[in-house]
């Protein structure tokens, strides 16, 4: 009877130290669907680079292609220069498609959460850039190249995209190592530009001015193009808010000490 007892305190000692190990042990996140990490990535990626390509190109049929109008392009234009270079013939199209694009990546981003780090922040953003699209939506007329300077952030968006492509691609292989040299080049400059210089001017000249010119029409501040002021800020917070991590993960990756050098079982004895 003591042999009987003492092993079976033996085997729940172990099945408690078992059950300690499982508990103390990293817990692996639950993937929705059971779908990888890099699988739900990868699958995004595509989704979006897709996507933001046809956006893209939508985008640019929708402006004058003649030089006149861009001639004097500066960089604090208002409202009426930038309405001026905007033709709008395919503008319904290009409503409908940033809306469908907007609607169909969240849903991407509740079912598969694991296709990107922090899910939540591209959520917000899309809300917000939904209600902003609300403008150009019931004043297409008038207003509707105001969806067109902004989603001039996508061309930044499309670098991005690309870029993870062919950073996921053999370092060995020469062209895609060029192609990524040519592509981050566009991607560190169109996001300084449209995203840390242009996006800040625009509150201001674009956003700000839409909705003191509305104020002054209905004699209310809380009008239909408030929407813009308030989603405009949302982006120039999040634009400074990811650019802040990007440099701080570069800073930390330069200060990390470099990995011991492992020598061949020979040489170590």
Known sequence: LAQVALARECAWSARARGVARRAMAPQQPRLAFGVSERSATVVHDVFNVVCVAILNLLNIMNWRHDAASWSSLQLFDGAEAWAERWVGEYHEIFVAATFSYMLADTVFLFVLPQCVKIPGPIVVHHV??????????CHGATHGYTLGVFMLADINTMFLILRKFLLRRPK???????????????????????????????LFTISGSEWAAAWRRTGAPLNLFLVMPLANVFAVYLNFKWTWDLLSGMLRRSRAPPPPLELPLAAAA
């Not at 917000?128 to 939506?137: E, G, H, K, R, T």
Request: glycine share 2%; net charge neutral; hydrophobic share 70%.
């Open 128 to 137: 917000f850039a939904i209600m902003a699209m609300a403008v150009p939506w």
């Open 172 to 202: 060995a292989e020469l062209l895609p190592q060029i192609a990524l040299s040519v592509v981050s080049a566009c991607f560190y400059a169109t996001w300084g530009v449209i995203r840390l210089v242009l996006f800040p001017i625009w």
